[in-house]
T-cell receptor, first 113, second 112 residues
Framework: AQSVSQHNHHVILSEAASLELGCNYS??????LFWYVQYPGQHLQLLLK??????LVKGIKGFEAEFIKSKFSFNLRKPSVQWSDTAEYFC???????????FGTGTRLQVTL | NAGVTQTPKFRILKIGQSMTLQCTQD?????MYWYRQDPGMGLKLIYY???????DKGEVPNGYNVSRSTTEDFPLRLELAAPSQTSVYFC???????????FGPGTRLTVL
């Protein structure tokens, strides 16, 4: 069965620092990839998604992610984080083998002033 | 479009009580899901449905039941509440490949 790994469980950054959150999946076929964000006390919202084409995708609020097929990775990046980026970030993958997404366990990002 | 709505927002249950968490979507999505989220544990899939009349178990179905009589509604039933069911429950809907899942605002349930 496919799985999604987010190795960073808790990341603490100062404002203006650069961010990279790792996401690796285990499936060799075609995938749809997603990053969701969950602000404190809220539900999950889509940050960005990749289906095909340019492997560098841009999302909302200055986030981007790069799909590297050879590494089975879809890392999330932001050049300069803000305090308001404090949230939990989830990577998810759809492989077409089941009618559902597989989510990673999430990375909690804390941005300090 | 209201998207995915859930009721109630909060609920406290006593051990052994039962309740139904409501989920409705107005986007005509065929796929619907119930997840639970516990601190530091990510999302666990409880049940899902690929269309009216069709449901299937996810990773953690024990203690829960679902039904899907219409495209719009996907209620989650807790028959005998236990403290282990204290969690935040999210409902989501989806059209399938090449689209994202849409999440409801969640229900925070405490079982005492």
């Amino acid at each position: 069965a496919q799985s999604v790994s987010q190795h960073n469980h808790h990341v603490i950054l100062s404002e203006a620092a650069s961010l990279e959150l790792g996401c690796n999946y285990s499936y060799g076929g075609t995938v749809n990839l997603f990053w969701y964000v969950q602000y404190p006390g809220q539900h999950l919202q889509l940050l960005l998604k990749y289906f095909s084409g340019d492997p560098l995708v841009k999302g909302i609020k200055g986030f981007e992610a790069e799909f590297i097929k050879s590494k089975f990775s879809f890392n999330l990046r932001k050049p300069s984080v803000q305090w308001s980026d404090t949230a939990e970030y989830f990577c998810a993958v759809y492989t077409g083998t089941a009618s559902k997404l597989t989510f990673g366990t999430g990375t909690r990002l804390q941005v300090t002033l | 479009n209201a998207g995915v709505t859930q009721t109630p927002k909060f609920r406290i249950l006593k051990i052994g009580q039962s309740m139904t968490l409501q989920c409705t979507q107005d986007m005509n999505h065929n796929y619907m899901y119930w997840y639970r989220q516990d601190p530091g544990m990510g999302l666990k899939l409880i049940y899902y449905s690929v269309g009216a009349g069709i449901t299937d178990k996810g990773e953690v179905p024990n203690g829960y039941n679902v039904s899907r009589s219409t495209t719009e509604d996907f209620p989650l039933r807790l028959e005998l509440a236990a403290p282990s069911q204290t969690s935040v429950y999210f409902c989501a809907s989806w059209t399938g490949a090449y689209n994202e899942q849409f999440f409801g605002p969640g229900t925070r349930l405490t079982v005492l």
